[in-house]
Nanobody, 124 residues
Framework: VQLQASGGGLMQAGGSLRLSCAAS????????MAWFRQVPGKEREFVAA????????IYADFVKGRFTCSRDNAKNTVFLQMNSLKPEDTAVYYC??????????????????WGQGTQVTVSS
């Protein structure tokens, strides 16, 4: 599986961005899809994930109410809608796929495939 993330950029605080992650292959609908983020010197942290049903979602506390994770299985794409952005949201955002588990995991080492990352910078 190859994952290609896009949609990052520079945004002022309070603004919005929508990240996309396109996946190759025909098994996309069977993968749990997640977003992580990382800043230099820190461990990659879980942001959000959506289950194979497209309904079950989990969010990190620091994005609840601001970010929405969704998927379009027909287009092999997962999205991260980011609203009310804060400077502390600045990071490289990665999409990831879990091809094994049936329930959503939140640790980065539980994911099997990774996209290349897209930079999100939020200015104050």
């Amino acid at each position: 599986v190859q994952l290609q993330a896009s949609g990052g950029g520079l945004m002022q605080a309070g603004g919005s961005l929508r990240l996309s992650c396109a996946a190759s292959g025909r098994a996309f609908s069977f993968y749990i899809m997640a977003w992580f983020r990382q800043v230099p010197g820190k461990e990659r942290e879980f942001v959000a994930a959506v289950g194979t049903d497209g309904v079950t979602t989990i969010y990190a506390d620091f994005v609840k109410g601001r970010f929405t994770c969704s998927r379009d299985n027909a287009k092999n794409t997962v999205f991260l809608q980011m609203n009310s952005l804060k400077p502390e949201d600045t990071a490289v955002y990665y999409c990831a796929a879990d091809a094994i588990r049936e329930s959503i995991a939140t640790k980065y080492d539980e994911y099997d495939y990774w996209g290349q990352g897209t930079q999100v910078t939020v200015s104050s």
